[in-house]
């Protein structure tokens, strides 16, 4: 995998569309209907939202590369702007429904993109969240009539310029935020019935400075003492946690009740401590059963490494028995802000494997509190230093 910021984008061509109309949204065959009458021209209000986002990116070009679905669903807002664009498949209709958009957002998450970007209204909202959920963070262009939902960027602008800081390696926060919407038929006849649909992940402005209590600063301990807590309080009882070392890993051990190895590899269980500083052999032991695993690991402070410095008992043949899915990354805001916008790296002298663990990662930093950022191989670094 190189370097590149994957976005999955996703377009409801027919959104805000109703709002001309007076009907008072998007959603339904009526509109469907109408918008087969309208000429081509008069049906560009998402895709022009679309274009101004990743216009504010061109210059970034060569480090995005978008994932969408065929013409007026996505790849007709990108043309011509240089991106590298990859159309995954089309809507049957010349006019989408929202069956078209579940489609193209199960594509999209098969795809291993890093983010969903969808321009359209609460209802497009809904459709995406019925297929990914929390599973993948999103963030939504504003392009509807009815904008109720928590997961939309104030403008097209402003979702450029959170694209922008998520390239370059600045903090940027995950936060749950809430998918609603309201029953088009009654707001025709002035009644708002406002609905809760559901939760998504999406990117936030998240700078350090805006997040600390006091001077800047943040207490180490207390963080590495509020991920602990939280993370304890995640675990399930039929998955192997391999923990790896650090002081960061060593509070989530100490909150699971084991006597942590600051240097090693911990292994737990259903409320057990199953090996100490283990080695690869060991890992491989525990492993063998076939049973849900998962590796939760640190960055090196300065450094950045998560693998391959310090913690090689974590071999390309026990990351590869876990799944790269299934790694968890813990760190405090300060220790990724030393890193001045590098991204975390990995080294497990196995390139391959380094390229599949490369990618944006959710990051916990706090109680409940996540940043989205990079991780890459020692050898794109040195390429991007060249």
Known sequence: MSASLHIGLLVNPLA???GSLALKGSDGETLRQLARTMPDAERTRSSDRVRRVFASLEDLAAQVRISTWGGAMGAN???????????LG???????????????????????????????GDGTARDVADVVGMDLPVLGIP?????????FAVSPEAAGLLLRQLQQGELVGLRAQEVRD???????????????????QVPGEGRFLQHTKVGGRESQELVAAEIAEWFAGQVEDDTLYLLGPGST???????LGMTPTLLGVDAYRAGECLAVDADERAL?????DGGPARIVVTAIGGQGHVFGRGNQQFSPAVIRSVGCDNICIVATKSKITALEGRPLLVDTNDPDLDA??????????????FLMYRVATCAEVSEEDA
Do not use: N, P, W
Not at 184 to 191: G, I, L, P, W
Not at 249 to 255: D, L, N, P, Q, S
Not at 284 to 288: H, K, N, Q, V, Y
């Open 90 to 120: 089309a809507a049957a209709d010349d006019v989408s429904a929202a069956a078209d958009t579940r489609a193209a957002a199960r594509a999209l998450q098969a795809a291993g993109v890093d983010l969903l970007v969808f321009a359209g």
């Open 356 to 369: 599949a663990l490369c990618g944006y990662y959710r990051l916990l930093t706090g109680y409940d509190d």
């Open 16 to 18: 805000g569309l109703g």
């Open 143 to 151: 392009a509807g009539v009815k904008m109720h939902s928590g997961v």
């Open 182 to 200: 309201i029953d088009e038929e009654a707001f025709r006849h002035d009644t708002v019935r406002s609905r809760f649909y559901g939760e998504m």
């Open 249 to 255: 890993t060593g509070a989530v051990k100490e909150a």
């Open 284 to 288: 491989l032991d525990l492993l063998a």
């Open 77 to 87: 807002a990108v043309q011509g702007l240089g991106f590298e664009v990859d159309v």
